[in-house]
């Protein structure tokens, strides 16, 4: 009901607004932008799709995603036949067994689990929705109420939405390609920002599921992942911005090298039937795939009308317009459009970052704050339409009001870090 409620809420008050602005403001082409708009088109100032082309623009998305899916989930069935999603499930068991106290333990689904976490902590987002999806359905068939989230699934899809990543590879690029002076000054402050996001939401939903964090196990993972981060950041500051790209590109792709090579070696150990195994994981890809166009289709749909009705420009405005009356700095607002659409859209937000570099220089405090805000968090409300939908939930919980307070968390330092490195 969450997500019907907020869904319906993003359409009426784009409507309203749009409404507004037409009647009363003279803007006439508006309700042509919000229904057939396109986002190259010279006339329209939002530089958004409309309706129409939102809709083929879903479709699209769903259809690049039946190859990949196809791919991984093909992998991921050699993997399971020959045994190392269980092996993987043992190693990181522990651990999870605490956050995840409804899953049985060594239950093959946290090698789904730590398969996606891995792909997201590199920045690997085709290889991390395949993974993600796998978890879920996995999660789902524990699920005893099928149209409700399970608080496994709940505490799973706060995680991935926190959007924990060690090296913002698309930013740095981003950075390099508008002329940067240090495209990775960024680096430390985002990493600084998405861990605090994580450690939000494992804190907001462990606190709603009446888990305790202060478990032995649990101090002893948090406190590893820190120190490894940690000796991570001192190398990759001792490199300079062509360096560390090509560090984080040759990481990022040999590890997905490595997990096929090792697939493959394992199931040739375990004399699995390597390409019958790899055609019934891959058929999964494009059945998944189909399911979610509905969820696609309806949530970009509102988020392209809030875009287009020019709300987001209202917001803004108006914080600027409190902040501004209170005497308070109000560089960061400048760098907040990419905060507001970042939860709905990783195209929006993505260019919401570039238009405030292009605006403002890449590195002005609120270029930089934009780059970081991109980097340290995930398109929260695509997350819920796509993993939800994939399994058919319709009743999310909370889960919409952990991802979102993780997201604010995750805000809120941002802007902190971004004055403190660059004042």
């Known amino acids: 009901m969450a997500l019907s409620r907020i869904w319906s809420a993003f359409i009426i008050i784009a409507i309203v607004v749009a409404s507004i602005k037409c009647f009363f403001f003279g803007n006439t082409e508006i309700f042509n932008w919000m229904v057939t708009g396109k986002a190259d088109d010279p006339t329209n100032l939002t530089r958004t799709d409309g309706i129409f082309e939102t809709c083929w623009t879903s479709v699209n998305i769903a259809l690049k995603l039946i190859g990949i899916m196809a791919l991984f989930l ?23 067994s605490k956050l995840f106290p409804e899953v049985p333990k060594g239950h093959p689904v946290f090698g789904h689990m730590m398969m996606n976490f891995s792909a997201n902590l590199l920045g690997l987002d085709n290889a991390a929705t395949p993974f993600g999806l796998k978890t879920m359905e996995s999660l ?16 799973f899809l706060c995680l991935h939405a926190s959007g924990f990543n060690i090296i913002p590879v698309a930013v740095i690029a981003a950075r390099a ?18 861990f605090a996001a994580t450690l939000a939401a494992i804190i907001v939903v462990s606190i709603k599921q009446k888990i305790n964090l202060f478990q032995p196990v649990i101090i002893g993972w948090l406190f590893g992942l820190t120190l490894l981060i940690s ?11 062509t360096a560390v790209q090509t560090f984080s590109q040759q990481l990022s792709n040999g590890l997905i090298l490595l ?18 195994a790899f055609v019934d994981g891959a058929k999964n890809g494009f059945d998944i795939a189909v399911r979610i166009i ?6 970009l749909v509102a988020i392209s009308m809030l875009r287009t009705s020019g709300t987001f420009d209202v917001i803004i405005n108006s914080i600027k317009q409190v902040f501004a009356s209170m005497g308070a700095d109000t560089r960061f607002i400048d760098g ?67 991802m979102l307070l993780a997201d604010l968390v ?14």
């Open 410 to 423: 995750g805000v809120i330092v941002s802007i902190l870090v971004c004055y403190l490195f660059f004042g």
């Open 74 to 96: 093909g992998f991921m069935s050699i993997a399971e036949k020959a045994g190392g999603v269980r092996l993987l499930s043992k190693i990181i068991g522990p651990f999870f």
């Open 294 to 299: 509905p969820y696609l289709v309806g949530m």
């Open 140 to 155: 789902q068939e524990l699920n005893p109420s099928k149209t409700t989230a399970s608080n496994a699934q709940i505490m």
């Open 177 to 194: 390609s508008m002329k940067a002076a240090n495209p990775v000054d960024i680096f430390v402050p985002c990493l600084i920002a998405t």
């Open 336 to 402: 907040l459009p990419t905060a507001l659409v970042r939860p709905l859209s990783g195209a929006a937000s993505r260019g919401m970052m570039f238009d405030t570099m292009k605006t403002f220089s890449p590195d002005s405090f609120a270029g930089r704050l934009s780059c970081i805000l991109q980097g340290s968090s995930d398109t929260t409300f695509y997350v819920i339409a796509v993993y939800f939908g994939a399994v058919s939930i319709k009743n999310t919980r909370y889960s919409i009001g952990a």
């Open 231 to 241: 000796l991570l950041v001192v190398y990759l500051t001792t490199l300079n911005a």
């Open 259 to 276: 997990i096929f090579l090792l697939i493959i070696l394992g199931a040739l150990y375990k004399k699995i039937n390597l390409f019958e």
